[in-house]
T-cell receptor, first 113, second 113 residues
Framework: SQELEQSPQSLIVQEGKNLTINCTSSKTLYGLYWYKQKYGEGLIFLMMLQKGGEEKSHEKITAKLDEKKQQSSLHITASQPSHAGIYLCGADYSGGSNYKLTFGKGTLLTVNP | DADVTQTPRNRITKTGKRIMLECSQTKGHDRMYWYRQDPGLGLRLIYYSFDVKDINKGEISDGYSVSRQAQAKFSLSLESAIPNQTALYFC????????????FGPGTRLLVL
């Protein structure tokens, strides 16, 4: 089974609506990274969460890591067409000085004007 | 100029051919990574390198090899390309001393006929 599950796989919303994307891990996370990808392009870093209960915001995007450090959510408020793309979560399970990320399968977000 | 560059950006090749994808970075990072992305499968780690003398297999290294020619260069080779290696390939780098994020290149789109 997948170590890192993202839901939903795809999401279509009307401009102005709020939405949430979830990332659930089968084991405890040392760090959780959120990225956005425009179709066929590279990944853009959004936020990193490390501490249980941590919450970070950037413009209209808020990410949270639960207390048990096994689930994170990404919330977009008042969505805009510029928010469209693929959102990927990446998990750091190592906790060591040299880390690598395990990625979820991604969530494809479409925002209709 | 981009910090992480990949060449070529697009490549079409035939089954059985040997090809090399190249990655260069100007960020001064020691750590470099190669991923492939397939629709619906997210990013999967092929190989990673924590310094010039350190090469590690990722979760899907079969059929691939890498070379770390210098701190700034990390190449991925397909010794004998096969159609199921058709994918979008990403190179990424990260800082030795921090865990802030990985920085991704723009990707190489590979089609194996």
């Amino acid at each position: 089974s997948q170590e890192l599950e993202q839901s939903p796989q795809s999401l279509i919303v009307q401009e102005g609506k709020n939405l949430t994307i979830n990332c659930t891990s089968s084991k405890t996370l040392y760090g959780l990274y959120w990225y956005k990808q425009k179709y066929g392009e590279g990944l853009i870093f959004l936020m990193m969460l490390q501490k249980g209960g941590e919450e970070k915001s950037h413009e209209k995007i808020t990410a949270k890591l639960d207390e048990k450090k096994q689930q994170s959510s990404l919330h977009i408020t008042a969505s805009q067409p510029s928010h469209a793309g693929i959102y990927l979560c990446g998990a750091d399970y190592s906790g060591g000085s040299n880390y690598k990320l395990t990625f979820g399968k991604g969530t494809l977000l479409t925002v209709n004007p | 100029d981009a910090d992480v560059t990949q060449t070529p950006r697009n490549r079409i090749t035939k089954t059985g051919k040997r090809i090399m994808l190249e990655c260069s970075q100007t960020k001064g990072h020691d750590r470099m990574y190669w991923y492939r992305q397939d629709p619906g499968l997210g990013l999967r780690l092929i190989y990673y390198s924590f310094d010039v003398k350190d090469i590690n297999k990722g979760e899907i290294s079969d059929g691939y090899s890498v070379s770390r020619q210098a701190q700034a260069k990390f190449s991925l080779s397909l010794e004998s390309a096969i159609p199921n290696q058709t994918a979008l390939y990403f190179c990424a780098t990260s800082d030795t001393h921090g865990r802030e994020t990985q920085y991704f290149g723009p990707g190489t789109r590979l089609l194996v006929l």
